[in-house]
């Protein structure tokens, strides 16, 4: 289903090493240093991703970071659709995904993806990102909760993709949204017990 043969299993090398470098990047790490905040891992729950920069009380770098978070993926996806085709754009937006949730850097102790995720999603269907954003708002309005927002969006995605019938990114943001899950185990399970923080609440 995925045509790996168009590109070249060289050039599928080339992409793949590309995306992971460019998504491992901690910028919640590096910013957070930056700001004199001290190491991110220390914090909360010790994620590198926007959420636990939040938990330093500074706003304006939790947006930095998600929107660097994303962007990553975003340019992994554009430069790997520039230089080797349309079929390479995919393979190094999911490079730079797992980038981020692995990166080499920090002994494989990444962040979750919601953010990567997302810019993997705009930088090889941009009309995906909308869809995304409406399924998280729709959730996070009736239950307040982030986290399950995020999983219900992720779900959703790959369904939409096959229905209009983008099997290539269906099948590899399914593959995502399982990573995710996988990632959001404790969150779920706090979801299930009850005990996950909502939005807005302090505490």
């Known amino acids: 289903m995925i045509d790996i043969s168009a590109l070249g299993w060289g050039n599928l090398a080339i992409v793949l090493l590309f995306g992971y470098l460019l998504g491992s990047i901690p910028f919640g790490l590096v910013l957070t240093k930056m700001a004199g905040l001290g190491d991110l891992r220390s914090i909360g729950s010790g ?19 998600l929107l660097l978070d994303a962007l990553k993926a975003t340019a992994a996806a554009l430069i790997a659709h520039a230089v080797f085709g349309q079929n390479a754009a995919l393979f190094g937006g999911f490079a730079a995904f797992i980038g981020h949730l692995f990166p080499v850097w920090l002994g494989f102790k990444g962040g979750k993806g919601v953010a990567t995720y997302i810019g ?7 009309r995906m990102v909308l869809v995304f954003a409406i399924v998280w708002l729709a959730v ?9 927002s995020a999983l ?15 099997e290539e990114a269906a099948v590899v943001t399914a593959v995502m949204t399982v990573i995710t899950y996988w990632r959001h185990k404790e969150n779920i399970g706090r979801l299930i017990a009850g005990t996950e923080s909502k939005i807005g609440k302090k505490g």
């Open 152 to 166: 219900v969006a992720t779900l959703v995605i790959p369904v939409v993709l096959w229905i209009l019938g983008v």
């Open 47 to 65: 994620n590198i991703g926007a959420t636990n920069v939040l938990r330093t009380g500074n706003k304006k770098l939790a947006a930095a970071t």
């Open 120 to 126: 993997t999603l705009l930088g090889v269907e941009p």
């Open 140 to 148: 996070a309005f009736i239950t307040r909760y982030s986290s399950l």
